[in-house]
């Protein structure tokens, strides 16, 4: 028994031999690094699926004229095709949980791709309005699955002390991908910019073969009504449009836009896991309130005949800070939050409700942009701001910190 209880606790002379002690250590370090191996392996080939999304999203603004011009679409029209993404990414976002517990994690991400392939070659040979939104739906139907895969299927296979700047390339590789679209979509036409989009789609099909399935998945809630309530999808889809409006060239604006967000996105990723979830959910909700107001203020101004040599200035400016705000918190936190709080007999029917309010939401605002600015574009960012600051309220008083707590500690903190 004094034996036992001395190998229970690492006492054991045999076991404390210098030769014996350095292979064990030796082992283990093998076990851990090939172990990390898969897991960096894994998540590149997982947000594969996440610079698919971006690239999808990312379509819409730099291709805007040049569909309208080619095609003949109205205002209304082209509306439709920039939103009707949203529409199929709700129906996505309804089936996600069903389809990722009925074929797996790693299938439904294969479906997804399929799907946003056909939609992609859709586009490319579209003639007309319709067939244009055909292929949109199906690529919002395809993301809408991969937004609610990708991010928890990271999280259930990264240990925690990497589960916050895993889970954040999830968001990292969507602005990439919106940033490679909108600098791409300076330089190519629309026909030539869909064709590109099927490359990470093929990448994360193949990619498959040579990873695992997911252990495990949870998800969270709360954040994505002010996420997307808060107008991103408005400044995403129809940042070309703002520009303009302002009287700042919409090609320069967009590369602005692209380079920041990448670069504050890369910033967030190497901050989650040190300032924690919270401190950079209220900096970034301070900022989106900030950057929508700076809007509303340029646009004021230009109805007023006030200070129109501001005008272009602030627009700039608040396109920039609200998608670096957005980029550093607000984009990746509420996703990384989401996979740390739901408890697991939840995670079907709470991740689908929790990514079809997400989308729900980006259709609402991304729909309803140009006609809020049909009735004015400064009230649009006036109210854009009032939701980012009801949202600070939110995070303030609701939001938990999950930094460094395992999933279960987690479970127990709420639970209480």
């Not at 990271?154 to 590789?173: D, H, S, V, Y």
């Not at 994360?204 to 997307?228: A, H, K, N, T, Y």
């Not at 670096?324 to 697991?344: K, L, Q, R, T, Y």
Request: aromatic share 12%.
């Amino acid at each position: 028994m004094a034996r036992n209880r001395e190998v229970e606790h690492g006492n054991d002379v045999f076991m404390s031999q210098p030769l014996m002690g350095t292979q064990s250590e030796e082992t283990e370090s093998h076990v851990k690094h090939k172990g990390l191996r898969m897991v960096l392996l894994t998540t590149s080939v997982a947000v594969c699926g996440s610079f698919e999304f971006g690239s999808c999203v990312g379509y819409s603004a730099p291709t805007q004229f040049g569909i309208m011009k080619d095609i003949g679409l109205s205002l209304t029209e082209y509306s439709v095709f920039g939103s009707i993404l949203n529409i199929g990414a709700v129906i996505g976002a309804m089936t996600s949980g069903h389809v990722a517990d009925f074929i797996g994690r790693k299938g439904a991400m294969r479906m997804s791709s399929t799907i946003c392939i056909l939609g992609w070659l859709w586009i490319y040979l579209s003639r007309g309005a319709v067939s244009l939104d055909i292929g949109r739906f199906l690529m919002g139907y395809g993301i809408g699955i991969l937004s609610y895969v990708v991010p928890v299927f990271i999280a259930e296979i990264t240990p925690k002390n990497l589960r916050g700047a895993l889970a954040t390339a999830n968001q990292l590789l969507i602005v990439i991908g919106i940033s490679v679209s909108f600098t791409l979509g300076a330089f190519l036409t629309w026909r030539a910019l869909a064709l590109i989009g099927i490359v990470p789609c093929i990448l994360l099909i193949v990619g498959l073969q040579f990873i695992p399935e997911s252990p495990r998945w949870l998800v969270g809630v709360g954040l994505m009504v002010f996420q997307q309530l808060g107008g991103i999808n408005a400044i995403v889809f129809y940042a070309s449009q703002i520009f303009a409006s302002a009287g700042f060239p919409p090609k320069v604006g967009n590369i602005l836009y692209s380079l920041l967000q990448v670069v504050v996105t890369a910033l967030g990723a190497s901050l989650i896991d040190r300032a924690g979830r919270r401190p950079l959910l209220l900096v970034s909700a301070s900022g989106l309130f900030l950057g929508s107001f700076l809007l509303g203020i340029s646009f004021y101004l230009k109805a007023s005949q006030l200070s129109l040599n501001w005008v272009p200035v602030l627009a700039l400016s608040g396109v920039l800070v609200y998608i670096g705000s957005f980029s550093v918190g607000m984009g990746a936190v509420p996703w990384v939050i989401m996979s740390e709080i739901f408890p697991i007999n939840l995670k079907g029917i709470a991740g689908s409700l929790v990514t079809l309010v997400n989308w729900l939401g980006s259709w609402l605002v991304s729909y309803t942009f140009n006609f809020l600015s049909v009735w004015s574009t400064y009230g649009a960012f006036f109210v854009y701001s009032a939701i980012c600051a009801i949202g600070i309220g939110f995070i303030f008083k609701v939001v938990p910190e999950t930094k460094g707590r395992t999933l279960e500690e987690i479970q127990a903190s709420m639970n209480s």
